[in-house]
């Protein structure tokens, strides 16, 4: 996983891209038929690899919220 905000949706871990007010914007890669099940909408930039969902959710819909840092330790010094 790559650094940043993360919200667990219906079982579903998806990364958020936007928090306004109440809501949250996420994204996720997973197939159309789950995407289509949850409400996602396919993302409309074509030079993508794989096509990506997006949704926005209220907070109260959010099953999870949670940060992800990574960092390296090199002989007692910490780098993020």
């Not at 790559?2 to 996720?28: D, F, P, S, W």
């Not at 159309?32 to 409309?44: M, N, R, T, V």
Request: some cysteine; glycine content about 6%.
């Amino acid at each position: 996983m790559i650094e940043g905000t993360y919200a667990v949706y219906r079982g579903l871990t998806c990364k958020v891209i936007a928090h306004t007010g109440n809501e949250v914007e996420v994204v996720t890669d997973v197939s159309a038929d789950i995407a289509e099940q949850l409400g996602f909408e396919p993302s409309e930039v074509q030079h993508e690899p794989q096509v990506m969902y997006h949704k926005w959710i209220p907070l109260d819909d959010i099953d999870e919220l949670y940060e992800l840092k990574q960092e390296a330790r090199y002989q007692g010094t910490v780098f993020d």
